[in-house]
């Protein structure tokens, strides 16, 4: 493309505002239309909490019938999807819903699209593979930072730890559903770890090599400042609605800045940390991104400082990083590796394992080699 072509793609409708789960079955109404079985896709902890309960409350009240299946758990593996597949089939779903963190919406996303096509799984992995159709969908983030509810993207843990992603314009869904009571009992930790992660969607968008464009920049800087001015709040006050809602709609623009410009390194180094740890996939991000930003600075830097402007910082690819690690103490996650459970033998092959995501690494503003994937583990180890 010239420098002045760009394509953009988001989600139909977006529905926000505190409590709005509650009128869920009337915003689905035109979706759902005369279909009856919705089958919904959640984890065991927040179904104990009972976010689900106004959603399913809501459609059971307009006469739909509601399955529940809250088996997911962080990076979710195929195995578990195709449980979720083979439940969906045998209650003769007709619709979907993903409500969660990302691991279900991706979860969600997947199930819709096997229960709408006669793709097998494996042929769905890579960029623009998979085709549809699917059912329709309908997804609602419980935590503020992966973006899912407007990415075309999910992300599955094949076999002991390789994360494979399946990304392509069948996966967005019809309907976003954002509603920040769902986020109020959020713990600290993970309140945290989901922000600087959706933080890192931003950043990484914006210095996105391929598909940069100025709608993706525009959404990223208007991201970033949400959650920037929001983040330290809502961990030092969950029940803030404010902060809750700013920090779930910078969530959902910097989701849709990267799933338009996608993000890079970043990401690409985060993955091993997630499949052969399990450490969560915002702590990862959290932990690699001042290596990263540091290594593509001598690429990145003028797109750096403008980040740090935008946010009254000192107009630096060390401002920024600076910025980003106080954030990290301030809320107080890890910031080193070996807070969880790696050791320097670890780290040649988690560099060889991210110089493998290499739909992600080609987005990087300078290209990543194994010997700086390494070094970039070392640097916070």
């Known amino acids: 493309m010239t420098a002045s072509a760009f394509s953009f793609r988001t989600v139909p409708h977006i529905h926000a505002g ?10 689905a109404a035109p979706l759902i239309g005369a279909r009856k079985r919705v089958f919904l896709i959640t ?8 976010l689900i309960d106004s959603a399913v409350t809501s459609l059971q009240s307009a006469g739909l019938q509601v399955q529940v299946f809250d088996r997911v758990f962080a990076d979710p ?8 597949e083979d439940q969906a089939r045998g209650f003769g779903a007709e ?36 085709t549809g159709p699917r059912l329709p969908l309908v997804l609602i983030p419980t935590t503020a930072g992966t973006g899912s509810e407007v990415t075309p993207i999910s992300v599955l843990t094949i076999g002991e730890s390789t994360k ?10 019809d309907i976003a559903v954002l509603d920040a009571e769902l986020t109020y009992g959020l713990p600290r930790a993970i309140t945290a ?8 969607h931003a950043i990484e968008a914006y210095t996105s090599k391929i598909e940069k464009n100025p709608v993706s920049d525009a959404l990223a800087l208007a991201g970033l400042k949400k959650l920037h001015g929001a983040i330290e709040t809502a961990c030092r006050d969950g029940a803030d ?7 779930l709609l910078g969530a959902l623009l910097a989701g849709q800045a990267f799933a338009n410009a996608p993000v890079g390194a970043v990401h690409a180094l985060a993955y091993p940390l997630g499949g052969v740890f399990h450490v969560p996939h915002g702590l990862s991000n959290s932990l690699m991104l001042p ?25 630096s690819t060390d401002g920024l990083v600076t910025e980003m690690e106080r954030i990290a103490d301030s809320v107080g996650i890890e910031t080193r590796l070996s807070q969880v459970g790696v050791s320097h033998n670890d780290l040649p092959r988690l560099a060889e394992e991210a110089m493998e995501v290499k739909r992600l690494l080609v987005n990087n503003p300078r290209e990543m080699t194994l010997e700086a994937a390494q070094a970039c583990y070392e640097a916070v180890l």
């Open 77 to 84: 593996p195929k195995t578990i999807v195709l449980e979720a």
């Open 95 to 130: 619709v979907v819903l993903g409500l969660g963190g990302g691991s279900s919406m991706d979860t969600a996303k997947v199930v819709a699209l096997l229960l709408g096509s006669s793709q097998r799984l494996e042929d769905m992995y890579g960029v623009n593979n998979a």
């Open 18 to 27: 505190a409590g709005v789960t509650r009128q869920l079955a009337r915003l």
């Open 164 to 173: 494979m992603g399946i990304n392509a314009p069948a996966l967005y869904p």
């Open 241 to 247: 609605r404010q902060a809750r809602e700013d920090m």
């Open 193 to 200: 770890a989901t922000g600087i992660d959706a933080m890192v």
């Open 291 to 315: 290596p990263v930003l540091r290594y593509n600075a001598p690429e990145a830097e003028p797109l750096y400082a403008e980040l740090a402007i935008h946010l009254g910082l000192h107009a």
């Open 43 to 50: 984890d065991p902890g927040v179904r104990k909490a009972g």
